[in-house]
């Protein structure tokens, strides 16, 4: 069965610093790898996705994401970090019989003026 | 994409009721998925709502606790039953491939026993 892990449960950085999520995933097949945010009181929005082709995968807000098979890796960076990206982030697959998400446990982000 | 339109989007219940939470989706979709999300927790997947055919659960979701409906293409409910204050969560209905390309959330549904 698939699964993800996020290893950090909660990250703190200073406005303006680079940022940098881990995921790691567990797929026997090619992943479909997402990484969602979700904000306080908020449903999930999607910030990017990877299904194949190239590794390095823009998404909305200024967020990337590498794809790294070798290392079963998805891990989200934003170069400059604002004060509205303070959320939670969720790295997510699909597989499955019925291709559901299976999602990591979250890494709450915090960013200090 | 898909557009996902729930309610009620939150609700406090007493104890030993049941709350039924709808999901309406703006195209016709196959496959329809309920998640629970637990105070500070990561999403966790109900079950799996196809049209036609009887829901699909995960391990620790029985259809006596959360039956599921799905009458057409474009809803489906969810129903918390004989609830108690662990059934606190945000419940959230979702859409995805095989049909379309990613995942579309609705806004969930915050559910407080009390």
């Known amino acids: 069965a698939q699964s993800v892990t996020q290893p950090d449960i909660h990250i703190t950085v200073s406005e303006g610093a680079s940022l940098e999520l881990r995921c790691n995933y567990s797929y026997g097949a090619t992943p479909y790898l997402f990484w969602y945010v979700q904000s306080p009181g908020q449903g999930l929005q999607l910030l990017l996705k990877?299904?194949?082709?190239?590794?390095l995968v823009q998404g909305i807000k200024g967020f990337e994401a590498e794809f790294k098979r070798s290392q079963s890796s998805f891990n989200l960076r934003k170069p400059s970090v604002h004060w509205s990206d303070a959320a939670e982030y969720f790295c997510?697959?699909?597989?499955?019989?019925?291709?559901?998400?299976?999602f990591g446990s979250g890494t709450q982000l915090t960013v200090l003026p | 994409s898909a557009v996902i339109s729930q309610k009620p989007s939150r609700d406090i219940c007493q104890r030993g009721t049941s709350l039924t939470i709808q999901c309406q989706v703006d195209s016709q979709v196959t496959m329809m998925f309920w998640y629970r999300q637990q105070p500070g927790q990561s999403l966790t997947l109900i079950a799996t709502?196809?049209?036609?055919?009887?829901?699909?659960?995960e391990s620790g979701f029985v259809i006596d606790k959360f039956p599921i409906s799905r009458p057409n293409l474009t809803f489906s409910t969810l129903t918390v039953s004989n609830m108690s204050p662990e059934d606190s969560s945000i419940y959230l209905c979702?859409?995805?491939?095989?049909?379309?390309?990613?995942?579309?959330f609705g806004q969930g549904t915050r559910l407080t026993v009390v």
């Open positions: 990877y299904f194949s082709g190239d590794t």
């Open positions: 979702s859409v995805g491939p095989p049909v379309l390309t990613e995942a579309f």
């Open positions: 709502a196809n049209q036609g055919s009887e829901a699909t659960y």
């Open positions: 997510a697959v699909i597989g499955g019989s019925a291709r559901q998400l299976t």
